[in-house]
């Protein structure tokens, strides 16, 4: 069984950063062969999917967000991150953490607010 808590989310003005942190607890082996990916919700939309990072090291992200949010992982820690810069009003959403394929585990999430 695999726990995910973020942490980091909070109030920011626009043009502003944040880094989100995900920390695995349970397994780590299954962390560090586990894609890894930060997902958004915003009110009265779907769940999207913000950035994604491999067991390799590859990275995927949605076009809203392509040089502006950098997703990093440390097999060593079982976290992942989401570093986010030039944050918009359009960013503000509930930031989760999700592991799969081996199994498919989310966190409870952060909340991100971004002031115009």
């Known amino acids: 069984q695999v726990q995910l808590v973020e942490s980091g989310g909070g109030l920011v003005q626009a043009g502003g950063s944040l880094r989100l942190s995900c920390a695995a607890s349970?397994?780590?082996?299954?962390?560090?062969?586990?894609?890894m990916g930060w997902y958004r919700q915003a009110p009265g939309k779907q769940r999207e999917l913000v950035a994604a990072i491999t067991s390799g090291g590859s990275t995927t992200y949605a076009d809203s967000v392509k040089g502006r949010f950098t997703i990093s992982r440390a097999n060593a820690k079982n976290t992942v991150y989401l570093q986010m810069n030039s944050l918009k009003p359009e960013d503000t959403a509930v930031y989760y953490c999700?592991?799969?394929?081996?199994?498919?585990?989310w966190g409870q999430g952060t909340q991100v607010t971004v002031s115009s």
């Open positions: 349970g397994s780590g082996s299954i962390f560090s062969i586990n894609n």
């Open positions: 999700r592991s799969w394929p081996f199994n498919d585990y």
